[in-house]
Every structure is written in structure tokens, then in C-alpha cells.
């Protein structure tokens, strides 16, 4: 389950694309040209998604993708697959 981190109210994307900067503004992305939507920067924190939820807020979830680092020794680097 996401969470909200700062409400934005952000209409349906037509067109264009919403992205988090990794300092934490969010911008429009639409036809080559970047618009800065919110210029308060948000906090991210290490092993979470941030994204734009259908409610147009920014949230974040957990990064099921990000291991800790003992379980990232099980695994071939960029991959799922075990170690031999």
C-alpha cells in the first residue's frame, strides 16, 4: 500500500508525463520541454518508489526490488536468478 507524501492535486495526465527529481521537486515532462510543477523538495528516503499516484499526489512504496545487503549476495548482480 503507497502513502502519500505531500498532496498536489495533479489533474489525469493527457499527454505528458509526471517525474520526481531525486532532490524531490516534481515536473511535467511533454514534447521535449520540462515544467516544474512543485518546487518543494521532498526527503526521499533509501528503498522506497516515488511516484504520482491516481489521485495526482506524490507517494511513496516500499522498493521490493532493493534487497538488503545479505540477500543481495544470493543473487547475480542486475538479475533474479540465484548465485551458483
Known amino acids: 500500500m ?3 507524501v505531500k498532496k498536489l492535486g ?3 495526465p493527457d499527454g505528458f ?5 531525486g532532490d524531490g521537486t516534481v515536473w511535467k ?3 521535449g520541454q520540462k515544467t516544474i510543477i512543485s ?4 526527503k526521499r528516503e ?5 511516484f ?5 499526489d506524490l507517494a511513496k512504496k516500499a522498493n521490493a526490488q532493493q534487497r538488503d545487503k545479505a540477500s543481495n ?3 547475480k548482480p542486475g538479475t533474479q536468478l540465484e548465485r551458483d
Open 2 to 4: 503507497a502513502e502519500v
Open 29 to 31: 515532462h511533454q514534447g
Open 46 to 50: 533509501e528503498g522506497y518508489l516515488y
Open 39 to 42: 518546487k518543494s523538495k521532498v
Open 73 to 75: 549476495k544470493l543473487y
Open 10 to 12: 495533479l489533474p489525469q
Open 52 to 56: 504520482i499516484d491516481l489521485n495526482g
Open 17 to 21: 508525463l509526471y517525474f520526481v527529481e
